[in-house]
């Protein structure tokens, strides 16, 4: 392994604590407040804060970014806006169908054909 590669995983390291540390300090500050003070959604809004800016973080520093986080941050943020706005929508059905459907771009994009090979 090259430097430049231990100094990038080293980093990569930093960056994932410093995000579990943000997301346990969010839920903690978040705990703190009486639950009629806190706004519903709150939480996920600050954790799809807290995934796409590590991957913000990740792209700044040259390591390769996650694509599930970013789905996941997405998803956990829009939820979040829309639990703040009062529509609530199934964190988990939606999770799943995305999941899906990115195993399925992921095989289509590869340039692979769908198609079996013919002999």
Do not use: C, Y
């Not at 943000?22 to 806190?38: D, Q, S, T």
């Not at 706004?39 to 694509?67: C, D, E, F, T």
């Amino acid at each position: 392994m090259t430097t430049q590669n231990v100094q990038k995983s080293d980093l990569s390291k930093r960056l994932e604590a410093i995000g579990w540390a943000l997301f346990l300090i969010m839920i903690g500050g978040i705990w703190l407040v009486p639950n009629e003070r806190v706004p519903q959604g709150v939480w996920l809004i600050g954790a799809g804060l807290i995934m796409l800016g590590l991957n913000v973080a990740r792209h700044l520093s040259g390591i390769k970014i996650s694509g599930f986080t970013i789905v996941l941050g997405l998803l956990t943020l829009i939820l979040g806006v829309s639990g703040f706005l009062g529509a609530h929508l199934p964190f988990f059905p939606i999770l799943l169908i995305l999941i899906g459907a990115g195993i399925v771009l992921k095989r289509l994009f590869e340039g692979k054909s769908l198609a079996p090979e013919r002999k």
